[in-house]
């Protein structure tokens, strides 16, 4: 079965802190992966893609997300997170089919303690 | 940035009341989708269309409708609205071997 696990439903980090957020995912396929951000109110932003090649992606807002197929995650990082990083965040998967559809996760609040 | 637009960004509306949520994209894409969303709680996927004519339902069920006349629009429709359809609804869209890019989204309040 498709699916995506983020693990983490809230994490509360530091200003200036380095962050991680989990993401799994079981997919049949080549996978397409995807981290989306959405802030209150707002619809989702791609922060960043993995389609093939180069297994570490940059995003943008200095995020990046490493591909590891072995471990079936795509794990999104970024060195320093600011407060306007506060958001949810949304892994999802998806493969290159017009029958595929994207499959995302259940979300991972994130909150920066000043 | 991608161009898909929603309308209204706000309803708030009374139970019995026929709406209909709007949705475009100017990029040419031929899968859109619609998506409902509980406040800080996961996607789920009501409603997709392949392309002009074609229309599925998604994983979650649904009392709404959608059309898909034009590559461009894709609306979505609730008959009678209901408190139990208070929620936010988005809508994307894709190319095939892309990404979906999504509306900033519907919040919608019926009482």
Same mark, same amino acid.
């Given at each position: 079965?498709?699916?995506?696990?983020?693990? !983490?439903?809230?994490?509360?980090?530091s200003?200036?802190?380095?962050l991680e957020?989990r993401?799994? @995912? +079981? @997919?049949?396929?080549?996978p397409?992966?995807?981290?989306?951000v959405?802030s209150p109110?707002?619809?989702?932003?791609?922060?960043?893609? @993995?389609?093939?090649? !180069?297994?570490?992606?940059?995003?943008?807002?200095g995020?990046?997300?490493?591909?590891? /197929? +072995?471990?079936? +995650?795509?794990?999104? /990082?970024?060195?320093s997170?600011?407060?306007?990083d506060?958001?949810?965040?949304?892994?999802?998967?998806?493969g @290159?089919?017009s029958? +595929?559809?994207?499959?995302?996760?259940?979300?991972?609040?994130?909150?920066? /303690?000043? | 940035?991608?161009?898909?637009y929603?309308?209204?960004?706000?309803?708030?509306i009374?139970?019995g009341?026929?709406?209909?949520?709007?949705?475009? #994209?100017t990029m040419?894409?031929?899968?859109m989708?619609?998506?409902?969303?509980?406040?800080?709680?996961e996607?789920?996927?009501?409603?997709?269309?392949y392309g002009?004519?074609?229309?599925?339902? *998604?994983d979650?069920?649904?009392?709404?409708?959608?059309?898909?006349?034009?590559?461009?629009?894709?609306?979505?429709?609730?008959e009678?609205?209901?408190? =139990?359809?208070?929620?936010?609804?988005l809508?994307? =869209?894709?190319?095939? *071997?892309?990404? #979906?890019?999504?509306g900033?989204?519907?919040?919608?309040?019926?009482?």
């Amino acid at each position: 079965a498709q699916s995506v696990t983020q693990p !983490d439903i809230h994490i509360t980090v530091s200003e200036g802190a380095s962050l991680e957020l989990r993401c799994n @995912y +079981s @997919y049949g396929a080549t996978p397409y992966l995807f981290w989306y951000v959405q802030s209150p109110g707002q619809g989702l932003q791609l922060l960043l893609k @993995y389609f093939s090649g !180069d297994t570490l992606v940059q995003g943008i807002k200095g995020f990046e997300a490493e591909f590891k /197929r +072995s471990q079936s +995650s795509f794990n999104l /990082r970024k060195p320093s997170v600011h407060w306007s990083d506060a958001a949810e965040y949304f892994c999802a998967v998806g493969g @290159y089919s017009s029958a +595929s559809k994207i499959i995302f996760g259940s979300g991972t609040r994130l909150s920066i /303690r000043p | 940035e991608a161009d898909i637009y929603q309308t209204p960004r706000y309803l708030v509306i009374g139970t019995g009341k026929k709406i209909t949520l709007e949705c475009s #994209q100017t990029m040419g894409h031929d899968k859109m989708y619609w998506y409902q969303q509980d406040p800080g709680m996961e996607l789920h996927l009501i409603h997709y269309s392949y392309g002009v004519n074609s229309t599925e339902k *998604g994983d979650l069920s649904s009392e709404s409708t959608v059309s898909r006349i034009r590559t461009e629009h894709f609306p979505l429709t609730l008959e009678s609205a209901r408190p =139990s359809h208070t929620s936010q609804y988005l809508c994307a =869209s894709m190319r095939l *071997g892309d990404t #979906q890019y999504f509306g900033p989204g519907t919040r919608l309040t019926v009482l």
